[in-house]
Each structure stands twice: as structure tokens, then as C-alpha cells.
């Protein structure tokens, strides 16, 4: 499980920096996170529990060291909530995770696909606005002739 590890530092809201060892995904679980990761972030597109389900998968290939100097990998949510103390830092986390597991995000290239990903994403996102100020908008009442 343990491929390439990367030893990273991250500063957290607080201001402490926390040492986190980044690993390879392997080929399966690599696969499922690539494709779930972009869309189960967008509202409305994924839902949040296959986003949580694909953060703690992806989760599971960062480790912190353990009491006995070996790794321990972040597999359950309650590892993560103990050794990742804000949203922020499991944020930047994540992103370094796909950064170091995706050659598309890095030197740079994670804008570029970011923003391909949101200008093939803006027509769907226009037709579901639009919907939704169609649903919302206040009818228009006849006026009486009276």
C-alpha cells in the first residue's frame, strides 16, 4: 500500500506545522478516485456522501507517523478528524494528493484542467440556474378588468 512515500508539511489554521507522508494511489483505487473526485465536488452534480466516501478513500493514502515511528494511515474518518484539525489543512491535503498522484495538476496544469473541467460544466450550470429562477420567479397575477 505504502508506494512512493512523499514526507510533506502543512500549516494548519492555527498556525502549527504538521507533517503528513503522501503516497502513490494504486492502480484500482487511483481509477476511482480520478473519476469520482471532480464531479462528486460540484453541487447539485455529486452528491456529498460519494464525496466524503471519495475524500476518505483518497485519505487513506496519507499517513502521519504513529507512536512506534511506522506509518499510520488515515483510513476512517475518526483518524482523519483526529489528525487533520481543520477543514483548511484537509483541503490542502487533498490537493497535494491529487497533485502528487496526477500529472495533469502538476507544474502548474491543474488550473488549465480546472478550468477546461468548469467551461464544459457552465452549460449545465446555466440550465440549472436558469430552471431554478424559472421555479422561483413570482407568477404574474391577471389584472382584473374591473
Known amino acids: 500500500m505504502a508506494i512512493e512515500p512523499k514526507e510533506v508539511t502543512i500549516t494548519d489554521q492555527a498556525g502549527r506545522e504538521r507533517r ?9 483505487a487511483g481509477r476511482e478516485i480520478i473519476s469520482k473526485y471532480p464531479t462528486s465536488n460540484f453541487p447539485k452534480i455529486g452528491e456529498y456522501e460519494v464525496s466524503e466516501a471519495t475524500m476518505l478513500k483518497l485519505m487513506s493514502f496519507v499517513a502521519v507517523e504513529g507512536a512506534n515511528g511506522n506509518p499510520m494511515f488515515l483510513t476512517t474518518r475518526a483518524l482523519v478528524d ?26 502548474g496544469k491543474g488550473s488549465t484542467f480546472l478550468s477546461a473541467l468548469a467551461e ?15 421555479a422561483s420567479s413570482p407568477k404574474e397575477k391577471q389584472r382584473s378588468r374591473n
Open 20 to 28: 503528513y507522508i503522501l503516497h502513490k494511489f494504486n492502480a484500482i
Open 82 to 107: 483526529n489528525h487533520v484539525p481543520d477543514w483548511e489543512t484537509l483541503v490542502r491535503i487533498e490537493f497535494l494528493m491529487m497533485e502528487y498522484n496526477c500529472s495533469f495538476f502538476q507544474n
Open 120 to 134: 464544459k460544466a457552465r452549460p449545465q450550470i446555466m440550465s440549472m440556474l436558469t430552471d431554478l429562477l424559472q
